[in-house]
């Protein structure tokens, strides 16, 4: 049977803290928000704030109110406010999203729960450590690896452009990959040449196998062919569900694994 050992301090315990909303506040809403220090030695808690909900309309704006108005002490990412960097990922209402791009009249009413990305260890509150992610985004090479340069630019069809969208929007949030249940169990042994990959690296290896100028395909695919890499996925579809550029991980991973097929003669 599988043992399974949550790491020291883990757990959510104990009561977390209120911060009610000012005295003659309109409209409030309270937010359940994950609170951790490492640092401090301390288990997470869940600190529940009630916002003015006066000028929110997306959940970024909440944190924005708490961090400013009522609890300086809060930490989360966000740089664009506009869903371009990916950087403000998190879960919110059970689901991973990005804080700026979801309305707060989208995630239905009530109390609303915001935790870090699932999976992860976290640096701080709302920050989690993506270093193991993006060195598995490292691990498939993303650049193009072709030739000497040519005279005038490297030339690609309209069709073989087109074969780029969809992959190539990408922000690298990691809502797709942290929630994914195999790249739970399997994507984080801290080596990413021994670990399932993910859904977000992998479907950069199709943006990158898939590009007409790449003349290394055959290097990529060695790269991702044993027993991890690629063939963690299960099909479970949670990584097309939560992309919030509308991305579908799982079936760019379904390409590589039809190249493979196709390059093995079966
Ligand atoms: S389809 Fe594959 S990558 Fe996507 S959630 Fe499922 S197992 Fe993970
Ligand atoms: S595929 Fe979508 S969910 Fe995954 S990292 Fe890229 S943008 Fe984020
Ligand atoms: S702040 Fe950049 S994606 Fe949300």
Redesign the pocket.
């Known amino acids: 049977m599988v043992q399974l050992t949550l790491p020291k301090n883990s757990q959510v315990t104990g009561a977390g803290r209120r911060f009610p909303a000012a005295a003659g506040a309109g409209e409030t809403r309270v937010f359940k928000v994950y609170r951790y220090d490492p640092s401090t030695g301390e288990n997470p808690r869940v600190d529940s704030y009630e916002v003015n909900m006066a000028g929110v309309t997306m959940v970024l704006d909440a944190l924005f109110k708490i961090k400013n108005e009522m609890d300086s002490s809060l930490a989360f990412r966000r740089s664009c406010r506009e869903g371009i960097c ?1 950087s403000c ?1 998190m879960n919110i209402n059970g689901v991973n999203r990005l804080a700026c791009t979801t309305g707060v009249d989208e995630i239905g009413g009530g109390d609303v729960t915001i935790f870090p990305l699932p999976s992860q260890p976290v640096i701080k509150d709302l920050v989690p450590d993506l270093d193991n992610f993006f060195a598995q985004h490292a691990y498939i090479e993303p650049f193009l690896k072709a030739g000497p340069d040519p005279d005038k630019e490297r030339r690609q069809s309209p069709a073989e452009r087109a074969k780029l969208d969809g992959l190539y ?9 942290t929630s994914c249940p195999s790249y739970w169990w399997n994507g984080r042994k801290g080596d990413p040449s021994e670990e399932y990959l993910g ?2 690296a992998l ?1 950069q290896a199709w943006r990158w196998l898939a590009d007409s100028r790449d003349e290394e395909k055959n290097q990529r695919l060695d790269r991702l062919e044993d027993d991890f890499k690629l063939y963690r996925c299960h099909t479970i579809m949670n ?1 097309a569900q ?4 509308g ?1 579908n ?1 799982a079936k760019a991973i379904a390409e590589v694994k039809k190249m493979m097929v196709a390059r093995a003669g079966k």
């Not at 929007?169 to 990959?177: D, G, N, Q, V």
Request: glycine letters at 4%.
């Open positions: 990916g990922s929007e990408c922000i690298l949030c990691a809502c797709c990959s859904p977000a479907l990584c939560v992309c919030p550029k991305l991980p």
